[in-house]
């Protein structure tokens, strides 16, 4: 508790510290039982190739209704899981539904990769690698069908951590692919490009909500577009939320966009309709 760690600091806690530190706890406390149990859920948003309308890929996005404390976003679940540790386990329940599904779709004729979200803590674990692809092998699912998504901070991170860098090359070379997220809004080295086997960049989505109201922006995204094409990545804009939005991006080159225009994320079925349906 706050008074054993801090001793008689407790007084000069402020009220606001005390409840978030009290909230942090709970959080951890009913994960680990929502882990436990198996209470967590996984919505799926769809990707869009511009080129063929087709949807290519879903990004997997982890979903928490607590019994006790209500909807926990992934914006405050994610942070203090990372702090915990309980990020590794909410990656492996996330990694082995993203396989499972992505099999059962595969059976019924649905091509889709689904794509999962990444905490440079998972990495360090020495045996992330391995986990991977047991999982794969266990759930049958090919390494093709499976995308990872990692930050800027993780890039940055993994720069200074061979092993990190050979978990992913391992994986790599059996075939799954990385996708850089939120990219532009980290810590810009481009030196991550040459080390890291990156081959989707995904464009953070603050840049696209202003992208129709300032030049700066669009001659910003135009360049960013052109640098990932040189670098032979596929670019994709996050966040698209409007039809002009989309016309630009398609004419600045872009390959691919996600996003309410399309989808916001949605349960499985809702997916199978879209795909069929188009
Ligand atoms: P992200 O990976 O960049 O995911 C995209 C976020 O933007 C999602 O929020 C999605 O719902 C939201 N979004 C998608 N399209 C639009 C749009 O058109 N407009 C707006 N305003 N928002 C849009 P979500 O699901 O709340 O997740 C937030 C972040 O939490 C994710 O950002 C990701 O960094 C993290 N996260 C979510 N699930 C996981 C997970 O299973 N593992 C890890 N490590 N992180 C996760
Ligand atoms: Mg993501
Ligand atoms: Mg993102
Ligand atoms: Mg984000």
Redesign the pocket.
């Known amino acids: 508790s706050v008074r054993e760690a801090g001793g008689d600091s407790i007084v000069s806690l402020s009220k606001t510290t005390h409840k978030a530190l009290n909230r942090k706890a709970v959080i951890e406390k009913r994960l680990l039982l929502a882990l436990d149990q198996k209470n967590l859920k996984v919505?799926y948003?769809p990707q869009l190739d511009l080129k063929t309308g087709n949807i290519t890929a879903v990004?997997?996005?982890?979903?928490w209704e607590d019994e006790e404390i209500g909807v926990v976003?992934?914006?405050e679940l994610?942070p203090i899981?990372?702090e915990t540790g309980l990020?590794n386990r909410?990656?492996s329940f996330?990694l082995e539904r993203a396989c499972e599904q992505a099999v059962e779709w595969r059976n019924a004729g649905i091509n889709l990769k689904v794509s999962?979200?990444?905490?440079v803590r998972?990495f360090r674990d020495k045996n992330m690698a391995k986990s991977i692809l047991d999982t794969l092998a266990k759930t049958n699912c090919p390494p093709s069908l499976l995308q990872i998504?990692i930050?800027e901070k993780f890039a940055l991170e993994a720069e200074a951590e061979t092993s990190i860098i050979k978990q992913m090359r391992q994986l790599e070379n059996e075939g799954i692919t990385f996708a850089l997220?939120?990219f532009g809004t980290g810590y810009a080295s481009f030196r991550y490009m040459q080390l890291l086997p990156i081959e989707i960049l995904?464009i953070?989505?603050t840049f696209i909500?202003s992208l129709l109201q300032s030049e700066k922006t669009q001659r910003l995204i135009d360049g960013m577009v052109k640098f990932g094409k040189s670098m032979n990545l596929t670019v994709l804009a996050?966040?698209?939320?409007i039809e002009e939005q989309k016309d630009l991006l398609k004419s600045y080159g872009c390959d691919s966009i996600?996003?309410?225009?399309i989808s916001?994320?949605v349960e499985p079925k809702e997916i199978e309709y879209m795909y069929s349906g188009k």
Request: charged share 30%; proline share 5%.
């Open positions: 919505l948003q990004e997997a996005l982890v979903r976003a992934p914006d994610i899981a990372e990020i909410i990656g996330m999962i979200n990444s905490s998972e998504e930050t997220d939120d995904k953070d989505q909500s996050e966040g698209v939320e996600q996003g309410y225009y916001r994320p």
